[in-house]
């Protein structure tokens, strides 16, 4: 497991008592969040009064406004506009606050929602749902940079009654699309023909001189209100919250203007500022192939962006006399769960060392928070029971409604912690006297009340949790929180899921097999059908056998009713909470009574990784993991006997238990056994630690698999490298005596390489790439590998393939395979499959795939292709 750090790292703090509403509940509160709002216009009125008073005149309170922008990236799966219409609705905290966040344009007050990747989200071009977006977060880039266009849309809107066309649909579409880089191209050139910097400011800069010079004309002309500055809150969940965090690095560098030494930040003239940055549990994690036994690391535009930007610099204060106007993110908040386990949602902390003149971080001083400044609390639960998402009675839990959800308490945090930075938020009426009246559109509506519902019984059990959490450093309270949750799963898991009151609410409660089936078809036929009018294409036409099949499937599923309600803003899930649980249950039991059968191998060989999405891959060391389950396996035991006495909850366990059994999730077991895409993280289990990166470090040693989509110590450089990896398995590593085989398993390493066996190929082939020997530097287990990154850069890139450097037969056909791979997605793109067939074949020359190895997927699909088209 990780060394300890030296000096040791400032603490994490422990979520507070919940003693009182997170929302207002005097005038008092919400007359200090509106001065806030207003902080701006005071000052420039006294500024001007200033100013008066020295010729000896008065001046009327002027006419002006600040601009407020609320911005909220949602996180993975999660879609504001059908999730607030579901049954029960399953909004997450983020849309949420979205909900609760002010609109009122003509007063300068805007907000703006971006879906969950794997999400529908037709502003940027994504029509239907996507596998690729929920397993690896694909489509993050364009979400970033239509957050970027925001600014733009605020500012026309405000102008329009100066010549300012609202920005259109089209418009925001062309911008994003300017605006994206492709990893693949930015590899094989090196950064030269994809610079994600220089294109955002291309696509940005002409609207941005446009309103600059629009708004430098109203000053001249003494037009009214004068517009001061623009004010943002940004919010985001999972991967909309390592978003969110780009976002204001990528918002920082294009707004940033040096003033001799120092910096100050505008965009179209006027002062720009991050007031609040609100953060659930941020994930930048890269997808992986479901077999693979890698440890996530970050998409592309999470590279070196999940820093939050400091202040570190002298700042050059702005010459508008507004407050503050020497910072650009004044506050953040991170909340982060203590029991996520999953190997696929390895954390994003905000904590970091401080950064050298030259820029290299400082390993003389603590690894910390910036003082004042950021804040990063634990809370109890996974992944969504801190970002919210979960609808009441999923997996058996909260079924007493919206109140018993558990990240109804960091949800108040939250919103307590931005209207305290001035925040915009609407609310509620009960906190407002009759001789204190706000306007009408700050009162929060009844529906957005009822999703901040809190239960007492929810209240008991949170503080219960509260009492018994410890502080210390993030690693430190991870390690303690997953230990209590083994020590729970010990006795309601290992001692039978049968007898537990949650997994009885859902026994035999699964979607059938024939419903699934007939659910995912018409799921499909739905989707076809929005694509074809997105397109302005006639419906898909059945073919009388498949139209006998979807009206037996509209019977099953109970008419066109049913059908209405299908959501295609999200892939098809069914319900499987029974078999989740169960299966989760097994797999723990297993593992802690160690019940491993005997055909179990020493080694693992892991299945293909296709880097098809670029990112960062980290590689775990087995003898870590070993270690982990050692002392998850100890300590949850000992714990477990603080909590149950024989079978019993122990005397004052009571509502810590009742936390575990009614509202905590288990979003491994969901993970693990979701229907379409297979039983994943198998190379993982329940006795492991989360993986937490801090900015460059991490809480474990790594070794650097893959950046940007470059692998390590391959030779030649391609758009897709596939990868296996064979690793032992940590079992064997432990030196247990396993009742199951009655006889003692392999300690240490005897016969087994220090290192695991790594070899790449190409995926169209199945040929083995060339290998550049002496990286063993680069490949060496760290808790620094953002160092090994840094190295990685500044060495040379590998040789693209070109017609001229495939010197080998195998090059030559993995050229040709990729040429021909490019034929067939120009075709698919335009649309004109004719002739596709042959244009791969000539590029391949018609040779055959090499023998012994499955045809090239590629032309499977032209063959498919070739067949829909003559059909």
């Known amino acids: 497991m990780s060394q300890t750090l030296k000096p040791p790292p400032a603490s994490v703090l422990i979520a507070r008592p919940f003693e009182r509403t997170g929302l207002p509940i005097s005038s008092s509160e919400v007359l200090v969040n509106i001065r806030a709002q207003e902080r701006d216009e005071k000052k420039f009125w006294s500024k001007m009064i200033s100013a008066a008073a020295k010729q000896g005149e008065e001046v009327p309170e002027p006419c002006c406004k600040t601009l407020h922008i609320s911005l909220c990236f949602d996180g993975t799966n999660n879609h504001e506009p059908s999730d607030s219409i579901a049954d029960p609705i399953c909004t997450s905290n983020v849309a949420r606050l979205f909900h609760a966040s002010v609109e009122k344009t003509e007063e300068g007050f805007f907000r703006y929602y971006s879906p969950g990747v794997g999400t529908v989200f037709e502003e940027i071009k994504e029509y239907l749902p996507s596998q690729t977006g929920l397993i690896g977060a694909s489509g993050g880039e364009d979400r970033i940079n239509w957050g970027l266009t925001r600014l733009i849309a605020a500012l026309k809107e405000t102008l329009k009654g100066e010549g300012q066309e609202p920005l259109s649909l089209g418009q925001t579409q062309a911008l994003v699309e300017s605006m994206g880089t492709n990893w693949a191209a930015s590899v094989l050139s090196g950064g030269l023909l994809e610079n994600g910097t220089r294109k955002r400011k291309a696509a940005i800069q002409p609207y941005e001189d446009e309103l ?26 999972s991967r909309g919250a390592a978003q969110a965090r780009t976002f204001a690095n990528w918002l920082m560098e294009l707004t940033r203007r040096q003033n001799g030494e120092a910096s100050e930040y505008r965009f179209a003239g006027l002062p720009i500022s991050i007031e609040f940055l609100g953060l659930f549990d941020t994930v930048a994690a890269v997808g992986l192939a479901d077999s693979a036994p890698f440890a996530a690391g970050h998409m592309d535009w999470a590279s070196g962006t999940m820093r939050l930007p400091d202040e570190d610099l002298q700042q050059a204060c702005m010459p508008t006399g507004l407050p503050e106007d020497c910072g650009f993110l004044k506050r953040c908040v991170h909340l982060v769960s203590a029991h996520e386990q999953r190997a696929s949602f390895p954390l994003d902390s905000i904590r970091r060392r401080e950064k050298n003149a030259d820029g290299t971080r400082n390993d003389k001083l603590a690894s910390t928070y910036r003082k004042d400044a950021w804040w990063e609390y634990v809370y109890p639960g996974m992944h969504s029971d801190v970002g919210g998402g979960y609808p009441p009675g999923d997996q058996g839990k909260a079924r007493g409604g919206q109140g018993e959800l558990l990240s109804q308490i960091p949800l108040h945090h939250m919103y307590r912690s931005a209207f305290a930075a001035g925040a915009p938020l609407q609310v509620p009426s009960s906190a407002l006297s009759d001789s204190e009246k706000v306007e009408e559109w700050r009162i929060m509506e009844p529906k957005t009340e009822v999703e901040f519902s809190v239960s007492e019984v929810l209240v008991t059990r949170f503080n219960a949790w509260q009492q018994q959490a410890e502080a210390g450093s993030l690693e430190e309270v991870i390690k303690r929180e997953q230990a209590l949750i083994t020590a729970w799963r010990i006795d309601r898991y290992a001692g039978g899921i049968d007898k537990q009151g949650f997994y009885s609410r859902v026994k035999g409660q699964d979607m059938s097999d024939e419903k699934q089936a007939a659910l995912k078809r018409l799921h499909a036929h739905k989707l076809a059908e929005n694509s074809a009018a997105a397109q302005g294409k006639e419906l898909p036409v059945l073919s009388e056998r498949e139209q006998q099949q979807h009206e037996a499937d509209l019977k099953l599923v109970g008419g066109t009713d049913a059908y209405t309600r299908i959501n295609t803003n999200k892939t098809f899930e069914p319900a499987l909470d029974d078999r989740q649980l169960r299966s989760a249950a097994a797999e723990f039991k297993r593992d802690y009574t160690r019940s491993w059968g005997v055909l179990e191998d020493t080694f693992k060989a892991g299945g293909v990784l296709n880097l098809l999405l670029g990112g960062t891959v980290y590689l775990m060391n087995e003898e870590d993991e070993a270690q982990e389950y050692a002392e998850l396996y100890k300590n949850g035991t000992e714990r477990n006997g603080e909590l149950f006495v024989r079978g019993v909850i122990a ?212 063959k498919g292709m070739a067949k829909e088209l003559t059909g």
Do not use: C
């Open 212 to 237: 600059a010079s629009l708004l430098e004309q109203r000053r001249s002309a003494d037009e009214k209100p004068e517009i001061l500055a623009l004010r943002l809150y940004v919010y985001g969940f």
């Open 651 to 862: 005397n004052g366990q009571q509502a810590l238990v009742e936390l575990f059994d009614e509202q905590v999730h288990d979003s491994r077991a969901w993970f693990m056994n979701s229907s379409g895409l297979g039983e994943r993280e198998p190379f993982t289990d329940y006795f492991r630690y989360r993986l937490v990166h801090f900015d460059n470090e991490s809480n474990k040693r790594l070794s650097v698999l893959a950046k940007g989509g470059r692998v390590v110590g391959v030779g030649i450089a391609l758009a897709s490298v596939g990868l296996s990896v064979k690793k032992r398995n940590p079992r064997y590593l432990l030196g247990l005596f396993l009742p199951s085989l009655a006889t003692p398993v392999l300690t240490g390493r005897p016969g087994l390489p220090d290192f695991p066996e790594i070899s790449a190929f190409d995926p169209l082939t199945g040929i083995a790439l060339p290998m550049m020997q002496g990286m063993e530097a680069v490949r060496a287990f760290t808790q620094n590998p953002g160092d090994i990154l840094a190295m990685l850069d500044a060495m040379p890139l590998p040789v693209p393939l070109t017609e001229q450097t495939a010197i080998t037969p195998d090059l030559q056909t993995i050229f040709k395979a990729a040429e021909a791979a490019k034929a067939v997605k120009t075709t698919k793109d335009s649309g004109d499959m004719s002739g596709l067939l042959g244009q791969a074949m000539d590029l391949m020359d018609k040779d055959d795939p090499k023998p012994g190895l499955p045809p090239p997927g590629w032309l499977d699909q032209a």
